[in-house]
C-alpha cells in the first residue's frame, strides 16, 4: 500500500532527475560529431523546445488563434534557407534560437522535422545555418 501511494512521487523525481541529463548532453555534442549522433540529436532538441509549441506530432498549436502552424506535412519546409532564417532571427511569435542552440543542433532539429515529419531528406547543415547567420548580421551564435 505505502509503495502503490509513493509510486507517483517517484515517478515525478525521476523525470525532473533526468531532464538535466538530457539538456546538457544537447550541449556537449556540439562540436565534431558523427551524422547519426547528430540526427538523434534532432529528435532530442525537437522534444526538448520545439514540441512546447508546435506539439509531439508537429501539428502545431491547434485551437484557432493559437497561431503555431504545423511543421508536419508543411511544403514550406522544402525551402531549407526559408526555415533556417526562421530559427536564426525569429518571426512573429517564433523565438529565434541562436543564443539557445548552436548551427549543429538547429541544423540537426531542422533536418529531423524535414525527414521526419516531412518527406524531404537532404540534410540541413551546420554550414548553411552559418551561412544565414553571416548574412543576418549582428546574430550572435554560440
Ligand atoms: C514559443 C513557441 C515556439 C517554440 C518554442 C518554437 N516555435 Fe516554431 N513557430 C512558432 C510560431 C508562433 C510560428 C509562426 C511564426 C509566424 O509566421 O508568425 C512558428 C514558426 C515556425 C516555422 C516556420 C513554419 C512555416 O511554415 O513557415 C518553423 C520552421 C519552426 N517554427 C520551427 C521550430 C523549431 C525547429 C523549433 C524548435 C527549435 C520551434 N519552432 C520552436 C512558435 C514556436
Request: aromatic share 4%.
Amino acid at each position: 500500500m505505502i509503495v502503490r501511494r509513493y509510486l507517483p512521487l517517484f515517478a515525478a523525481g525521476v523525470l525532473l532527475a533526468a531532464a538535466p541529463l538530457v539538456s546538457s548532453q544537447a550541449q556537449d555534442s556540439a562540436g565534431g560529431q558523427t551524422n547519426v549522433a547528430i540526427s538523434n540529436e534532432g529528435e532530442a532538441v525537437y522534444r526538448q523546445i520545439c514540441q512546447a509549441c508546435h506539439m509531439a506530432d508537429a501539428r502545431g498549436g491547434g485551437g484557432a488563434g493559437t497561431g503555431i502552424p504545423a511543421l508536419a506535412d508543411n511544403p514550406n519546409m522544402a525551402d531549407k534557407t526559408r526555415m533556417i532564417e526562421v530559427l536564426v532571427n525569429g518571426r512573429g511569435g517564433m523565438p529565434w534560437f541562436t543564443d539557445m542552440l548552436t548551427p549543429q543542433q538547429i541544423a540537426a532539429v531542422l533536418t529531423y522535422v524535414r525527414s521526419n515529419h516531412n518527406a524531404y531528406p537532404e540534410p540541413v547543415t551546420a554550414e548553411e545555418v552559418e551561412a544565414v547567420v553571416a548574412s543576418a548580421g549582428g546574430s550572435s551564435v554560440q
